[in-house]
């Protein structure tokens, strides 16, 4: 009895006390997470999401509004580099609450409260949050939406993602936090623009605090209805007492010309492109991200490396009913995203990698087969190849090209340093057993493991949502 009482009021003090907070393992709800892989590369409606939507925990006939997530599992350790923990057992509880204030104004709400896990794959991110009692727990979504016909403005703590949703994601990682933001968006059949301000963290340097603000706008153009383009361009500024800059959220602004326009207004700006195409069974996306580029050859400097990304993908559906195959090249030269002289304008949010999860420095192959046997079974296997070099995200900007002379030139391998290979199989698959209790078995093999602690991994989860 004393042991179910103290259990009982450790959760109780958990959830009061542990808010704000994120969950430890993103989208670690294996509900919301067969959603969103049913959606990855969504081979009925690919087209169908948008940046503006966030993962939904109600199925289409799930009028309630309201429930809750209970998730139980066990693993020997990290199945991949995005496992993030080798920790063995997992447990999330996960009440949920959607709804309607009026018509036109909507709200959703998550809390999490989960067991805490801190073995870590990579070192460089460790979970941002307190323990209480060996949980940790916070709001996860908290957001209101205003819709009205074309527009629709968001306020809150919510996912950011791209429309065509990877693991491979450049500008915006799949796997990262929700976060609190305000935007505003306009969309019709043709087009859809958004620009939106997202919340950092703050740092702390030599006891000093900076704060940390992210503006971003995007254009995406409808094309003919069988896919899209779009650009998008984001700048990352912070400094000591440094606040929002509400100009930055007018859409018809350049970043990188208004960076260099203003002198003094220190920030680090990227762009990037996305192309989805789909005819008949065949589908590509094509994204490439731009950091900095050098044009002149006058100084030591501008021997810097281009900083860019790229993610190929492309495939068929329905080989045979329900079978899919798809493709995957990703790219990220040496710095992208990091920043040679302010740590603040890291493209880091909380430990982790705003764009791709591996950061930069890396290249990869992966070619993958799904099978969905719907309503009840999807199951995929991907095949990996990646190389990567020295950490380049979170340690300090390399400039070693200073070390040498316009005349001399500079030219660096890639990936950059001491490398390491990764090359296996995974296999993952979701069963629906019944309307309210889902199971999901995943498994690893890697003939290389790189930092893995395993080459044979497994996972088995049991979720049940009401």
């Known amino acids: 009895m004393i042991n179910r009482l103290s259990i009982l009021i450790s959760l109780l003090f958990g959830l009061i006390f542990s ?7 993103y989208q670690n709800n294996i509900l919301l997470e067969s959603r969103f892989e049913w959606l990855r590369y969504n081979f009925t409606n690919l087209y169908a999401r948008h940046t503006a939507d966030s993962l939904q925990i109600r199925n289409n006939n799930d009028q309630r509004g309201y429930g809750v997530d209970v998730i139980g599992g066990y693993r020997n350790s990290a199945l ?8 063995n057992a997992h447990f999330l509880f996960s009440p949920y609450i959607n709804g309607k204030f009026h018509e036109n104004v909507s709200f959703k709400f998550r809390f999490n409260i989960e067991n805490v896990k801190d073995e870590l794959v990579d070192a460089n991110k460790p979970f941002w949050a307190d323990d209480l009692r ?3 727990g916070g709001v996860e979504i908290g957001a209101i939406t205003w819709k009205h016909d074309k527009f629709q403005v968001k306020f809150g703590r919510d996912f950011l993602f791209l429309p065509v949703v990877t693991n491979e994601n450049l500008l915006f990682s799949n796997f990262n936090y929700p976060y609190d933001q305000l935007k505003l968006e306009y969309r019709n059949k043709d087009v859809a623009f958004s620009a939106y301000y997202l919340r950092l963290n703050s740092t702390r340097e030599n006891g000093v605090i900076f704060n940390r603000h992210l503006n971003g706008h995007r254009l995406s153009i409808n094309l003919f209805g069988k896919g899209y383009f779009a650009i998008n361009e984001v700048i990352l500024y912070g400094g000591e007492n440094r606040n929002v800059n ?3 959220l007018n859409p018809f602004i350049g970043y990188y010309v208004f960076q260099k326009n203003d002198r003094n ?5 990227l762009i990037s492109t996305e192309l989805f195409y789909q005819h008949h069974r065949l589908f590509a996306y094509v994204e490439f991200l731009l950091d900095d580029f050098q044009i002149d050859k006058e100084v030591s400097s501008d021997l810097e490396p281009n900083e860019f990304g790229y993610n190929i993908a492309f495939g068929i559906k329905n080989i045979v009913p329900g079978l899919h195959w798809s493709f995957n090249h990703t790219k990220v030269a040496n710095r992208t995203f990091n920043a040679p002289d302010q740590n603040y304008e890291k493209y880091i949010y909380k430990n982790y990698p705003i764009g791709h999860f591996s950061g930069n ?21 991907d095949f990996f190849y990646r190389e990567f070099g020295d950490e380049a995200l979170y340690s300090d900007f390399n400039k070693i090209f200073l070390n ?10 890639f990936p950059f340093g001491n490398i390491r290979k990764q090359t296996g199989i995974v296999s993952n698959t979701f069963l629906t057993i019944t309307n309210h209790i889902t199971g999901n078995v995943r498994v690893s093999y890697w003939l290389k493991k790189a930092f893995l602690k395993n080459r044979f991994n497994y996972s088995l989860n049991l979720a049940f949502h009401y």
Not at 405 to 413: A, F, L, P, T
Request: no cysteine; glycine share 4%.
């Open 246 to 248: 509400f100009l930055l």
């Open 80 to 87: 991949d580099y995005y496992s993030v923990y080798n920790d």
């Open 404 to 413: 040498f002379s316009v005349d001399q030139g500079y030219k660096e391998n």
């Open 265 to 269: 207004f220190e920030s680090n700006t």
């Open 361 to 381: 420095n890396f290249w990869e192959l992966k070619t993958s087969l799904r099978y969905e046997a719907k309503p009840r079974l999807m199951t995929d296997l």
């Open 19 to 25: 808010s704000p907070g994120f969950s430890q393992i």
């Open 134 to 136: 060996n949980f940790r």
